[in-house]
């Protein structure tokens, strides 16, 4: 990797069971499909998962990736305190702002829809809100597009909806085909990647 390649990622979601099929957890569930794709389907292989908790509020896996470290983090303070993890982590891996690449959910973006870009507002994203607050906004973002609810359902009810069925598993597609694009940041740069899922 280069010098200002990619040494944080973190997937956006909530702690708990309760929350484990919402939207609003597809950062976290965009995670574990990339680090399927870095190290393999370890609960096949009857093993437990990689990721081990650290002071920093997150639960954190750290691995070799071309040659350089690379951490991948789910913050476990809900979503409206993932800056406070954030913050932890950068002065816990001596990083920048600018080393990370946040996963996460995004209301503004139809269904089935990926945009990768670097920087920018939080655009009502609690957890971007967060960590914009506390380290700055100058990180790269995958964000999945969840679109918006329907009728007059609240975002927030939206966001946490228990998932099943059919909808579980194109949220499942959905995070899948962010991996992917998480994948080809770390390995071509956030440019190539864009040009690649953008479209």
Known sequence: MSENAIKLVVGLGNP???YGSTRHNLGFMALDALTVLL???TSQQGQKTPYK???CESLVHELEFESARLVLAKPQTFMNRSGNCVKGLLKHYNLSIEDVLVIHDDLDLPVQTLRIKMGGGHGGHNGLRSIIDSSGADFARIKIGI????GQMPAERYVLQELRGTALEELKVDAA??????LAILTNGLLAAQNTFNG
């Open 177 to 182: 085909r962010a991996a992917e694009a998480a």
């Open 53 to 55: 908790k650290v002071r």
């Open 147 to 150: 679109g918006r609810p329907p």
């Open 39 to 41: 190290i393999g389907d």
């Open 16 to 18: 708990g069971a309760n």
